[in-house]
């Protein structure tokens, strides 16, 4: 019997893990987007060796044929994805029965990774890339193939242990403890530069996980317009008056790819012009197109005539440029046009490798300079940076309100040696949107983007979700006290509107800012919801590594840190082993995310709620340590928000007692230097 031949049902082929039989090349769908070319960096000696490492996936019988075109790949693209075994069957989150699993833990996460590499969710669906430019969720198709095999046959006793996409294996555990436990990009400390990232990389031992890309925690982009709503909104609180609106005032910007493609959206739903430049035309049509962004402008003329009409008419509307936001912000300035608010989310965590265009270069160009010519490249880059941040200057003088928006903007212009920095040397000149906003607002009081799956598919078991959560914080919100009404209103008018506002994207998914009190009565209500029936199937709690406590770094989510302990990453590690043996099903920590390899430790957790009364003693103790330890941290280096906070969390919780600081006079201080 030729079995190759033979169809085999989706279950099945998810049982086989790696195919008995070799499978027939195949080639890349030119349709799908696909990851640039990643420089050459290894020695011949090393590309032996990541070959070498990359057959030790399979049979000897195979490394004759496999050897030549895992050379192949290497060659053509910098790294080996094994592109061969990417399997046949539709790669999406189906419903959770259809998964063959002996937990439903282990269904769950199958779900989850689905939808980090399903084509409509994923930025390089093909090189298993969810999100900003590198984020993966493995490093080759191998990998995927095992660990889908693994968590099929887990059982509750054991533990897969997955090494930046590698699946080790499992290990016997216990019913209590998480059924995957995941770390990426973990390096020692002094092998995280950039290029250490494109080495070891290439060599198949490591990968760059981003955030919720290598904790298989990503939900498409409506988890990023939240977030981005409320900053752009409090961002306009702080320059206008009580009385006055956003309508008719521009928010400038630039990014319309895997999360920036969510500002001009946002900028909608703050009642703002929003004005966001995209050098690739492909990526602003696609959210034009998605209708993500009102209007597509592809010369001056039209940009400025339009953008000065909506002023005139007071207008909310979102304008996409395609082209070089340089290009914008200086001509911005010669035709006097005011910027309340500027920002800009190019993805400057990977400046070197497509994540930034420098002005006076065509798209094409910089494509073809930054493999051919990579040093030129980085020259260009920077003098780009150099005259971004001189037209920022300018706008600012006249009294924009700039923000870093934790894509490392600042930072990697501070290195270009652009006018950046303040006049002590040490601070920039802009704050970033922690510092401002976020970090003072919503983390510093414990309010995050919590999220939530429900695995039944089922849009009807979403919105009964709706519906609880809106229900639960209109019930908080009548005894909260004054500092956080403004927060519990915001996201009580989000979750009220979120289903009109069609954000689902992949997964049956919502994200909801809230903070401990918020997400343990949004859970447990879930949990009994599902117990008695009315939601259909098992519901996975998550949230954004961009959270209150998942992340360590100095300069976005730690940036609002002031007593030097912002450089230290003690916070994220705490939370990853805390809520592992609190009752997470799955956690992660990861090097990188965000604003770059080697500038950020970040973790977070996965939860499968079943409607069990061991369910609602696990999320209890999990999501208060989850947040808290990050609010215990904030309130230790003196943040006034967090001390509200956890203050106010010790009265209610008798088991909590947090070290507190004794504040220091600063005439105290300022009189031992004189
Ligand atoms: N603040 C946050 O909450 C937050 C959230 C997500 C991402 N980020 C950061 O924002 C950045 C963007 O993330 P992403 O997922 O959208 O990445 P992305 O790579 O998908 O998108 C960035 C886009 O910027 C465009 N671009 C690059 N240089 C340009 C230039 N000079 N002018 C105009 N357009 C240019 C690129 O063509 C690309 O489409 C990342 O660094 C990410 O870490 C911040």
């Known amino acids: 019997m030729d079995n190759s031949k033979t169809q085999l049902s989706f279950r099945d082929e998810i049982l086989m893990g790696i195919p008995k039989e070799l499978p027939a090349p195949k080639s890349r769908i030119a349709e799908l987007n696909h990851a640039p070319k990643r420089k050459q960096i290894l020695s011949r000696e090393e590309k032996k060796l990541a070959i070498r490492n990359a057959l030790r996936y399979f049979p000897d019988t195979w490394h004759g044929e496999l050897s ?69 969720v493995f490093q080759n198709w191998a990998q995927y193939l095992l660990t889908m095999k693994y968590l099929a046959t887990m059982t509750e006793e054991q533990t897969l242990h997955m090494y930046s996409g590698h699946p080790m294996g499992l290990f016997p555990s216990s019913k209590d403890a998480p059924r995957v436990v995941i770390t990426n990009g973990m390096m020692i400390p002094n092998y995280s ?89 492909v990526a602003a049509m696609k959210r034009f197109e998605q209708g993500w962004v009102d209007e597509l402008h592809k010369t001056f003329d039209t940009l400025i005539a339009r953008t000065k009409e909506a002023i ?8 996409a440029y395609v082209g070089n936001v340089v290009d914008v912000w200086e001509r911005f300035y010669e035709e006097e046009l005011f910027i309340h608010l500027g920002s800009d989310q190019t993805s400057l965590h990977n400046p070197w490798a497509g994540g930034y265009y420098p002005a006076g270069l065509t798209f094409e160009e910089a494509n073809i300079m930054m493999s051919e010519n990579p040093e030129l490249f980085k020259e260009k880059v920077q003098e780009s940076l150099r005259r971004q941040v001189n037209a920022i200057n300018r706008h600012a003088a006249k009294g924009t309100y700039f923000f870093d928006y934790g894509n490392a903007f600042l930072l990697e212009s501070s290195r270009a040696g652009a006018d950046i920095m303040s006049e002590n040397n040490i601070d920039f000149k802009y704050p970033s949107y922690v510092q401002d906003i976020l970090g003072p607002m919503c983390f510093d009081y414990g309010f995050g983007p919590f999220r939530w799956v429900c695995t039944s598919g089922n849009p009807e078991d979403l919105q009964k979700t709706d519906a609880i959560a809106l229900n639960v914080m209109e019930q908080i919100r009548q005894t909260a006290p004054e500092e956080i009404q403004q927060q519990m209103e915001d996201n009580i008018k989000w979750i009220r509107e979120a289903d009109s506002n069609k954000l689902v994207v992949g997964s049956q998914a919502r994200i909801l800012y809230a903070d401990a009190e918020g997400r343990i009565k949004i859970a447990e209500a879930f949990n009994a919801a599902i117990e008695a029936g009315q939601i259909s199937s098992p519901v996975v709690l998550g949230r954004d590594h ?9 300069f976005r989510e730690t940036s609002n840190i002031y007593d030097g302990s912002r450089f230290t990453a003690d916070m994220a590690i705490h939370n990853v082993i805390g809520d592992s043996f609190r009752g997470a099903s799955w956690v992660s920590i990861h090097n990188g995310g965000g604003v770059g390899w080697g500038e950020v430790i970040n973790g977070g957790f996965g939860m499968v709620l079943d409607g069990s009364g061991e369910a609602a003693k696990r999320l209890k103790n999990m999501l208060f340590y989850d947040v808290n330890n990050g609010i215990s941290r904030r309130s230790w280096a003196r943040n006034k928000e967090a001390l509200f906070a956890i203050n106010r969390e010790m009265k209610r919780s008798p088991g909590l007692k947090v070290t507190l600081p004794n504040l220091v006079a600063d005439k105290l201080l300022d009189e031992l230097f004189e």
């Open 312 to 319: 005139n008419k007071n207008e909310i509307v979102s304008l």
């Open 68 to 136: 030549k075109e895992f050379a192949a790949e290497l060659e053509k693209y910098g790294r080996i994805y094994m592109y061969r075994f990417k399997p046949g069957y539709k790669m999406q989150a189906r419903p959770i029965s259809e998964y063959p699993a002996t937990t439903n833990e282990g269904a769950a996460i199958m779900l989850m990774i689905q939808n980090n590499l399903d084509p409509e969710v994923a930025q390089h669906p093909e090189e298993l890339i969810t999100y900003g430019g590198n984020g993966a």
């Open 193 to 281: 530069s950039q290029d250490d990232w494109e080495k070891f990389n290439a060599l198949g031992v490591t990968q760059y996980g981003q955030m919720t890309a290598g904790s298989y925690m990503y939900i498409g982009p409506q988890g990023i317009v939240h977030g981005t709503a409320i900053t752009v909104m409090n961002a306009f609180r702080k320059v206008l008056s009580k009385s006055e609106s956003p309508k008719g005032k521009i928010f400038l910007t630039a990014g319309l790819g895997g999360m920036s493609g969510a500002q001009p959206k946002a900028g909608n739903i703050a009642g703002c012009i929003t004005v966001c430049a995209e050098v690739n035309e």
């Open 546 to 554: 961009h959270d209150v406590s998942g992340t360590d770094s100095p």
